[in-house]
């Protein structure tokens, strides 16, 4: 059983940066593809990036191309999530998600973290 926990949330400013960390344990965890969704009260999990397993294989959701970067550690088992230029509409809870397999949609991964909020004023 993988254990996934978040963290690197906050309030910024519309502009500023943020990292988000997910940190795993109990598991292979260097063995599976990874990924960050984040979620806005009353909505559907929306993806925003994902990794493969060695990291070499990135996506990215159309809205943050080029002011995120997602990367990986697995010698630390660990996860970011680098957010540059955030904007208002960019606040949401990150979570980060963990599977075999991966996609770029929610019910494609088995484990999930308890999530992080972000959020951004204007």
């Known amino acids: 059983q993988v254990r996934l926990v978040e963290s690197g949330g906050g309030l910024v400013q519309a502009g500023d940066s943020l990292r988000l960390s997910c940190i795993a344990s109990?598991?292979?965890?260097?063995?599976?593809?990874m990924a960050w969704f984040r979620q806005v009260s009353g909505k559907e999990h929306e993806f925003v990036a994902g990794i493969n397993w060695s990291g070499s294989v990135t996506r990215y959701a159309d809205s943050v191309k080029g002011r995120f970067t997602i990367s990986r550690d697995n010698a630390q088992n660990t996860m970011y999530l680098q957010m540059n230029s955030l904007k208002p509409e960019d606040t949401a809870v990150y979570s980060c998600?963990?599977?075999?397999?991966?996609?770029?949609?929610?019910?494609?991964?088995?484990?999930w973290g308890q999530g992080t909020q972000v959020t951004v004023s204007s």
């Open positions: 109990g598991g292979r965890s260097s063995d599976l593809a």
């Open positions: 998600a963990a599977d075999f397999v991966g996609g770029e949609t929610a019910p494609m991964y088995d484990y």
